[in-house]
């Protein structure tokens, strides 16, 4: 079957950095997404990961590891408004997406 | 990125009647979009696929003449919940991706639905 694993909650301090990671096996990879998902609001596009390597994009950075499996979303500086939902999504064979559930993170002062 | 719309963005109706809810891609032909919901504190959950012209794809569990998808054009799909129940009260989301597979979703907004 296809599975993606990622910590269920986090909690991070104010200007610290998180590493919040995600475990993925799947039929087939083309692609690995992150998206950002306040409570009560839909989620926002944050990174696309196809080759394995570090994405830069300000203050995030996804990483993935394809013969792993593995891909972490990295959050520098963190501000309050980082708290949220963050949401991993491999892209299978059928170009499906697969979600997993969500890491809450919590940020505190 | 690109811009989807969605319309009502909360809507309460009573028992046994039917709901629209409109998904618009604003500045991007999508040729694919989807149907999520979300209950709250869970994970999403795909509803269905709908590709421009044809018909929708439903997920496995989704009764699909209860959920009624239109993908009419490149721009606008619509979601209809027949006969709403107070279990199908929840959060139902759209996303909209161009016309290459691997593209990204872009998601609208939501849509809070609650059934009286």
């Known amino acids: 079957g296809q599975n993606i694993d990622q910590p269920t909650e986090m909690t991070a301090t104010e200007g610290a950095i998180v590493q919040i990671n995600c475990t993925y096996q799947t039929s087939g990879f083309n692609g690995l997404f992150w998206y950002q998902q306040h409570a009560g609001e839909a989620p926002t596009f944050l990174s696309y990961n196809v080759l394995d390597g570090l994405e830069e994009k300000g203050r995030f950075s996804s990483f993935l590891s394809r013969s792993k499996g593995y891909s972490y979303l990295l959050l520098k500086e963190l501000q309050m408004k980082d708290s949220a939902s963050y949401l991993c999504a491999v892209m299978d064979s059928n170009y499906q997406l697969i979600w997993g559930a969500g890491t809450k993170l919590i940020i505190k002062p | 990125g690109a811009v989807v719309s969605q319309h009502p963005s909360r809507v309460i109706c009573k028992s046994g009647t039917s709901v629209k809810i409109e998904c618009r891609s604003l500045?991007?032909?999508?040729?694919?979009m989807f149907w999520y919901r979300q209950f709250p504190k869970q994970s999403l959950m795909l509803m269905a696929t709908s590709n421009e012209g044809s018909k929708a794809t439903y997920e496995q569990g989704v009764e699909k003449d209860k959920f009624l998808i239109n993908h009419a054009s490149l721009t606008l799909s619509t979601l209809t919940v027949t006969s709403a129940h107070p279990e199908d009260s929840s959060f139902y989301i759209c996303s909209a991706r161009g016309g290459r597979a691997h593209e990204t979703q872009y998601f609208g907004p939501g849509t809070r639905l609650l059934v009286l």
């Open positions: 500045d991007f032909q999508a040729t694919t």
